[in-house]
């Protein structure tokens, strides 16, 4: 049975470091200028006035409705049988229509390539050697849990169970594959 | 929102720049003219040659304006060299993959048009006599090809819109009513080259009746115009939230609104509309005045499509 490969970033969990970040640049080998994967930071002040920051990770959210996939003029940019959202570099013209089609401006443009390109949850590299993506065997505080959906006994499917969480702009219907356990305080922004 | 470390550049939201702002122009005016002068053709029944000096204009602004366009395009691939790779992979998903084949039938219809509006310079007099039995064909089928010719126009026009109202990305453009703004606003490009191009090089083809026909025409659809930009903003209104939000700024913020109030709708539509209507009639018949009403809705239009683009990628809610 295909895979259906999803993540969930824990925000009471992660600490903002960067280490994935670092680890997918490593990883991947990902020119100076350009990021798979950042994760920001907002300063988020309650209703007590305590305060507080909320952490988001600023990367492709593998959507089951992809608007990359669906404008891209020549198939380039298409979705694997394992869920996860790539790019053939030798259909791609360059139109940057998914660039900008892209709701959670998830792609930039290679400067080596100039194809666009994303996070592959190392989809040509460690995935295919059974490994799970950099960016979470390095997260120091287990902050992101990364599996496949379609087996019951997965390790994000337990998490997915226990845990309340939710997805980026779910209004767009894009059901991103990138879920997010919200900050225990405070409201959501989704 | 903060990063922590590392550059944001490529997460500026404008990716597609000013070539695209013209291209849009270009394929707009394109299909303007030549279904403004197929119009002229079927209204004033002008089916055989000598042709009206507008329907020359829209036989030779047509597949120039439309090749020109595509040109810059191509360029502003990032991988120009792999452009051909749209011409035989297609997804019928993407408005895109629509666009080219709509011009894959277009430009040779275009084409069609021209040399049978052109068939005495061309093939007969010109260096094309292998053409001639080609123009002969263009001016034996002329009503279906111009028929034809007219649903694809139509359709050229109104994809450049679609071909941005498709991304939900962007609020101000994820907008069902922007094709219809395109196409009008193309439509009335293609009135106003004509017009110009008529008058300047073809001056004594050019019927007096059929400039005040086509002048009157371009008053009509700049009515349109305003009132679809006018939805355009009221829908995103009553959308509430982020969209509103987006609408707003998109009035309001910096030298984008500025360009819609002066360069769009004061100087662009308002002022020909103006124009039209204070001038007494010998001087709004008079050629000098028509040719610059036509310029000045030229550069309104132009200041359209640079507006729709970046304001439409600047405020995303």
Request: hydrophobic share 45%; with cysteine.
């Amino acid at each position: 049975m295909a895979k259906k490969y999803a993540m969930v970033h824990d925000n009471n969990l992660c600490i903002g470091c960067q280490a994935c970040n670092v680890a997918c640049r490593s990883e991947n080998k990902i020119p100076d200028s350009v990021y798979r994967l950042q994760v920001w930071v907002k300063q988020e002040e309650y209703p007590n006035g305590s305060l507080g920051y909320e952490y988001h990770r600023q990367s492709c959210v593998h959507c089951e409705n992809t608007p990359c996939v669906s404008v891209c003029p020549t198939k380039a940019s298409h979705v694997n049988e394992d869920g996860i959202v790539l790019v053939d570099n030798d259909l791609c013209v360059g139109c940057l229509y998914c660039v900008a089609a892209c709701p959670y401006q998830a792609r930039y443009v290679h400067p080596v390539t100039k194809a666009p390109d994303k996070c592959t949850f190392c989809h040509e590299s460690r995935l295919s050697r059974g490994e799970e993506p950099a960016c979470v065997t390095v997260c120091p505080t287990e902050a992101l849990t990364f599996g496949d959906l379609n087996d019951p006994k997965s390790k994000i499917n337990k998490v997915l169970s226990e845990r309340v969480t939710y997805r980026q702009k779910e209004r767009l219907g894009t059901k991103p594959k990138m879920y997010i356990v919200p900050n225990h305080k405070g409201g959501i922004n989704s | 929102m903060n990063q922590i470390w590392g550059s944001v550049e490529q997460y500026n939201t404008v990716v597609w720049h000013w070539p695209i702002a013209v291209y849009l122009f270009l394929a707009g005016l394109s299909a303007g003219a030549i279904i403004s002068a197929i119009v002229v053709k079927w209204m004033k029944g002008n089916d055989v040659s000598p042709w009206d000096g507008i329907i020359k204009a829209g036989a030779i602004l047509a597949p120039v304006t439309i090749g020109a366009g595509l040109c810059l395009l191509i360029f502003d691939l990032t991988r120009p060299l792999m452009f051909w790779k749209l011409l035989i992979h297609y997804n019928f998903g993407s408005v895109m993959t629509i666009g080219v084949l709509a011009l894959f039938a277009y430009m040779p219809v275009s084409i069609l048009f021209l040399l049978g509006v052109f068939k005495k310079e061309l093939a007969v007099d010109g260096p094309f006599k292998f053409l001639a039995p080609i123009a002969d064909l263009a001016l034996n089928y002329g009503k279906a090809l111009e028929a034809i010719t007219l649903v694809l126009a139509v359709g050229v026009g109104a994809y450049t819109g679609f071909l941005l109202s498709a991304m939900n990305s962007y609020p101000l453009l994820n907008t069902p009513v922007l094709p219809a703004l395109f196409l009008a606003s193309g439509v009335s490009a293609g009135i106003s080259a004509n017009l110009v191009v008529g008058l300047l090089f073809f001056t004594h083809a050019t019927k007096d009746a059929n400039v005040s026909y086509l002048h009157g025409l371009d008053v009509k659809v700049i009515f349109a115009e305003l009132f679809f930009i006018f939805i355009l903003f009221v829908g995103m209104m009553y959308q509430g939230g982020a969209t509103a939000h987006a609408g707003a700024a998109a009035l309001s913020t910096g030298g984008l609104s500025t360009l819609l109030w002066v360069g769009v709708i004061g100087f662009g539509l308002l002022l020909p509309i103006g124009l039209n209507f204070a001038l007494p009639h010998g001087v709004k018949h008079s050629h000098a005045f028509v040719i610059f009403n036509a310029l000045i809705v030229l550069v309104g239009v132009l200041a359209l499509r640079y507006y729709m683009l970046y304001a439409g990628q600047t405020f995303v809610g």
